[in-house]
C-alpha cells in the first residue's frame, strides 16, 4: 500500500480535513495535520515536508516539521509558510498527551486548540508554530502508526469573540457565592445519603446534557423541582455541585476523583471529567496505578490510560499491588503486558 493510500486510510478513521502530502486541502475545512513515519524521523532529526492547504487550487499554506533530539527528549517543532502575504490566526492541538486509536493505527494529540497570531507575513515567510515534547515511550508507541495533530485557521480580522475574551469572562463569572447563600434557587437535590442542596437550574442545565434532559417540562424532576441521586453520595454531589457553579474544585486533596470520573461520564460533565482525568494523572503512585489504569479503561478515558501506562513500565513495582490479582478484564492484563514487555 503506498504512502498516500496509508495516508487516505488514517484520514477517513479520524475526519475530513486532513493536511497529508500533496493532497488538495481547503485552508478553511483544515482540521487535522497528519505526519507519518514518525518512530524513524524522531531517530532521524532533519525538517521535514508535512504538506500544504489550498483556496481553490491555489497554494495557501504549507506545513514543515523538525525532528530533534535532546538526552532522552524527543522534541517537534511545528512550522507553517504562508504563500502569499498575509495575516492570520492559526491553531493547533495545545498539549502532548497522545491518545491512541489501535483500531485505526493513528495516534492524535489533543483537540483542544491553541490560538497563535500573524500579522503582516511576508509571502514566503517560514512562521514557527510550537514545540512538542516526547519520551522515548511515546516514541515507542508511533511505531507503525500516523500521528495527528489538531490545526484550525482564522481570518485576523474576524470580528467573533475571541477565545481570550471567553476565558476572562469565565473566570469572573465565579458562582461560588451562590453556594454559600443560596438565594432565588428553584431546584433541589439529593444525595444517597439524606443530604439536600438548594441549586439552580440554569447552571446545572448550562453543564450537563443529563440534568437538561432531566430537567425537561414533562419529567417528574421538573415538575416536582426534585431529584433524588441514589448512587452519589454528599460529598462527591457537593464536589459535582462545587464544579458546576464554580468551574473547578479546590480542595483537590480531599476529592474522591475515582468516584467523579465515573460521576463526570455519568452525567455527561466534560469539564469535570477532564479535571478527574488530570488530577489522576498526577496523583499516580505505585499504590494505585493500577487502580488507575482499571477506571480509565473503563470510562475510555484515553489519555488518562497512556499516561498510566507509561507510568507502570517505568515503575514496574506497581504490579505488586494487590490490585492485579483483582482485575478481571483479560484484554486490559493482554493490554498492560505487551504495553511493559520490552520489543524486540
Same mark, same amino acid.
Given at each position: 500500500m503506498s504512502a498516500m493510500d496509508e495516508g487516505n486510510k488514517g484520514q477517513e478513521a479520524i475526519s475530513d480535513g486532513v493536511v497529508f502530502g500533496h493532497r488538495v486541502c481547503q485552508t478553511k475545512d483544515a482540521q487535522w495535520l497528519c505526519l507519518d513515519n514518525m518512530y524513524q524521523k524522531f531517530y532521524r532529526n532533519n525538517l521535514y515536508d508535512i504538506g500544504g492547504t489550498y483556496i481553490e487550487d491555489v497554494s495557501d499554506f504549507w506545513f514543515l516539521y523538525r525532528t530533534e533530539t535532546v538526552g532522552d527528549i524527543f522534541l517537534l517543532h511545528l512550522l507553517v509558510s504562508n504563500r502569499h502575504e498575509t495575516s492570520f490566526n492559526i491553531s493547533v492541538s495545545f498539549g502532548n498527551e497522545m491518545n491512541i486509536d489501535k483500531k485505526n493505527g493513528i495516534v492524535y494529540l489533543p483537540k483542544d486548540l491553541k490560538e497563535l497570531q500573524f500579522s503582516k507575513q511576508k509571502e514566503m515567510s517560514q512562521n514557527y508554530i510550537t514545540t512538542y515534547s516526547f519520551t522515548d515511550l511515546d516514541v515507542d508507541a508511533l511505531m507503525d502508526r500516523k500521528l495527528y495533530i489538531a490545526v484550525s485557521f482564522s481570518d485576523i480580522e474576524d470580528k467573533g469573540i475571541k477565545q481570550e475574551v471567553i476565558d476572562h469572562v469565565k473566570?469572573?463569572?465565579?458562582?461560588?457565592?451562590?453556594?454559600?447563600?443560596?438565594? =432565588?434557587?428553584?431546584?433541589?437535590?439529593?444525595?444517597?445519603?439524606?443530604?439536600?442542596?438548594?441549586?439552580?437550574?440554569?447552571? #446545572?442545565?448550562?453543564?450537563?446534557?443529563?440534568?437538561?434532559?432531566?430537567?425537561?417540562?414533562?419529567?417528574?424532576?421538573?415538575?416536582?423541582?426534585?431529584?433524588?441521586?441514589?448512587?452519589? =453520595?454528599?460529598?462527591?454531589?457537593?464536589?459535582?455541585?462545587?464544579?458546576?457553579?464554580?468551574?473547578?474544585?479546590?480542595?483537590?486533596?480531599?476529592?474522591?476523583?475515582?468516584?467523579?470520573?465515573?460521576?463526570?461520564?455519568?452525567?455527561?460533565?466534560?469539564?469535570?471529567?477532564?479535571?478527574?482525568?488530570?488530577?489522576?494523572?498526577?496523583? #499516580? =503512585?505505585?499504590?494505585?496505578? #493500577?487502580?488507575?489504569?482499571?477506571?480509565?479503561?473503563?470510562?475510555?478515558?484515553?489519555?488518562?490510560?497512556?499516561?498510566?501506562?507509561?507510568?507502570?513500565?517505568?515503575?514496574?513495582?506497581? #504490579?505488586? %499491588? %494487590?490490585?492485579?490479582?483483582?482485575?478481571?478484564?483479560?484484554?486490559?492484563?493482554?493490554?498492560? =503486558?505487551?504495553?511493559?514487555?520490552?520489543?524486540?
Open positions: 473566570v469572573n463569572h465565579d458562582f461560588s457565592i451562590l453556594m454559600t447563600d443560596p438565594i =432565588c434557587t428553584d431546584f433541589v437535590i439529593e444525595s444517597a445519603d439524606g443530604d439536600k442542596f438548594r441549586v439552580h437550574k440554569v447552571l #446545572l442545565l448550562a453543564h450537563s446534557e443529563v440534568f437538561k434532559a432531566m430537567l425537561k417540562e414533562d419529567t417528574a424532576e421538573s415538575q416536582n423541582n426534585y431529584v433524588k441521586l441514589v448512587d452519589v =453520595c454528599t460529598d462527591d454531589l457537593r464536589g459535582i455541585l462545587e464544579f458546576v457553579y464554580t468551574g473547578t474544585i479546590k480542595d483537590i486533596d480531599a476529592a474522591n476523583f475515582f468516584n467523579l470520573l465515573m460521576l463526570a461520564d455519568q452525567y455527561n460533565l466534560k469539564g469535570l471529567r477532564e479535571l478527574a482525568q488530570y488530577t489522576l494523572s498526577q496523583q #499516580l =503512585c505505585t499504590d494505585n496505578a #493500577l487502580e488507575v489504569l482499571v477506571v480509565a479503561d473503563m470510562y475510555n478515558s484515553d489519555i488518562l490510560k497512556q499516561t498510566t501506562l507509561k507510568f507502570i513500565k517505568k515503575n514496574v513495582a506497581s #504490579l505488586k %499491588s %494487590s490490585t492485579f490479582k483483582e482485575i478481571k478484564n483479560a484484554d486490559l492484563i493482554r493490554e498492560l =503486558c505487551e504495553y511493559i514487555v520490552p520489543k524486540d
